[in-house]
């Protein structure tokens, strides 16, 4: 992880501005340093940002409490940018405002915009309170305030709370998601993971052989170490149907003396092994 305290951090992200990303992305520059945020189009286009230089580092969304993984992020990691490590988590709460542009006549709704997770979210709500308006999706719920402002009376977005700030809208709600205990977590992409906190998370990858068992002795390997796992995902190994290569979450540091050795275990039982990062964790929202 780039540590020049001099220059500022270029921190790459899925954009545009106002969006629980960018939130994200100003949480991430080590302490006392300045950062220089950068919004990318796409997922991928902010992690490629990363992998060619053009970037220090880039935040991605990698799952949700909710919804589950991110399979864009998983996928870029797994098949694209295996040169990137994971260097940091955050995680972020959730909360979903209504918003309208100032002054505006909302004695009548007739159109809701946001992004289709977000309508998603509130879903309920909406149909609780705003039975009759439609629901129209955006590319960012950013947009969909910047939409909102654009079309005055009748329009509300549903956005986070800094994109009502950048477009000059209003909050009418605040905390308007279906579960309160809606949170996603965001992964920081470098060139390198992180050093050992002694509160570490790391990330893992591996395939193993199309055979009764291969999966299990492979995690016999953590189980026997006394690590925890607290995560594994499954994707596809675009080989073949049926083929797959596994993500794997534990607790500790691929330094510490019991994940080293269950690595060391568990490489003469697979295919295929990387460490994908090791990292601090993030507190919980």
Known sequence: MPNNAEQPITIAYLGPPGTFTEQAASLCAPAGRPAELTPYPSITASAEAAASGRADLAVVPFENSLAGAVGETHDLII??????????????????????????????????????????????????????????????????????????????????????????AVILEAGIEDDHRNATRFVVLA???????????????????????????????????????????????????GTYLFLIDCDGHRTDPALAGALEQIAVVVDRLRIVGSYPKAPQA
Do not use: K, M, W
Not at 85 to 107: F, K, N, Q, R
Not at 111 to 131: N, T, V
Not at 216 to 241: G, K, M, V, W, Y
């Open 191 to 241: 060139n390198s993971d992180h050093e050992p906190t002694g509160d570490d998370r790391s990330t893992i990858l591996f395939s193993t052989a199309n055979r009764p068992g291969a999966l299990l002795e492979a995690l016999q390997c953590f189980a026997q170490a006394d690590i925890n796992l607290t995560r594994i995902e499954s994707r596809p190994a675009r080989e073949r149907l």
């Open 79 to 168: 098949h694209q940018l295996d040169a990137l490590a994971i260097c940091d988590e955050i995680v972020i709460p959730i909360e979903h405002c209504l918003i309208a542009a100032p002054d505006v006549d909302t004695s009548r709704v007739d159109a809701i915009y946001s992004h289709p997770q977000a309508l998603g979210q509130c879903q309920r709500y909406l149909q609780r309170r705003f039975p009759g308006a439609r629901t129209e999706a955006t590319l960012s719920t950013s947009q969909a305030v910047a939409r909102a402002v654009e079309l005055g009376d009748f329009t509300l977005a549903i956005a986070p709370r800094r994109a009502a700030a950048l477009h000059g």
